[in-house]
């Protein structure tokens, strides 16, 4: 299968200047805010975009080092399977977060809700379309119930 | 900024076997069988997988050739900016779908309301965790009433 070669459109600024800062699930970071500062040339793509209230964004986990098929969650204690985590640590580090749009000025969005670090290279902004919304049920495998509790500073 | 490479883990398979066959939205994908066919060195990634109902899939839109900063959405008679569409023509051609998951056997996933072509390159499966649910309001700029309305076999 052959590789895939893409370049960053812009880059996230946020608080969070380390992994030890970031919020661990976009959960805990709700009201952060930050600001997406696109490429320019990319500017005209924003057309149309601040009807929307919530963004999608895909971006590079740029400090990611490698990965293990089975980690350790920060909201659990047992060994999981990587795609069954939202660890950074991924055979395609790529990053995905529903944010809210405050504003957009030309080349610059500004953003609530942001738990990528500082100086993240963004790749793909998208609409934020709500998918089964009050269609299906939902069902949360081994996170169930521990983001609450961890909201709530439970024990886990 | 520097470029980014990306290897597919896997293949999805649908019945969709060209651009003019595939739904234009999820919403039209319901019911829509598929499988995937993960890379089987990681298998064991998907461990705990299977507790989720739905689960993303971040691919790479391979039949993409190129892009234009405004599209006419097929459900819109009016040019909107490239990031306010889900267009596949996109400066990093990503795609993006939550799917449901019915079981997994060994490295092959079977899902459901899978809207993405045959033979689609896979790039990254994560957890799908509702955000927002209940939570906030959603506002859908251009889009809004056009799914309905489409659904609904109504004039757009």
Known sequence: MSKITLIPIGIIHSPFKSRNDAPI????????????ELNPKFTPALKD?????H??????????????LEVKPFLDNHLRGLFATRSPNRPNPLGLSVVRLDKIESNILYIRDID????????????FIPEFTN????RLGWINGK???RLNHEKI
């Open 25 to 36: 699930q976009p959960h805990f970071a709700k009201d952060i805010c930050g600001t997406i």
């Open 49 to 53: 975009l601040d009807g929307f209230s």
């Open 55 to 68: 963004i999608t964004l895909i971006y590079h986990f740029h400090k990611s080092e490698g990965y293990k």
């Open 116 to 127: 990528a670090l500082d100086g993240t290279p963004l790749l793909d902004i998208k609409p």
């Open 135 to 138: 269609r299906e049920e939902i």
């Open 147 to 149: 983001i609450k509790k």
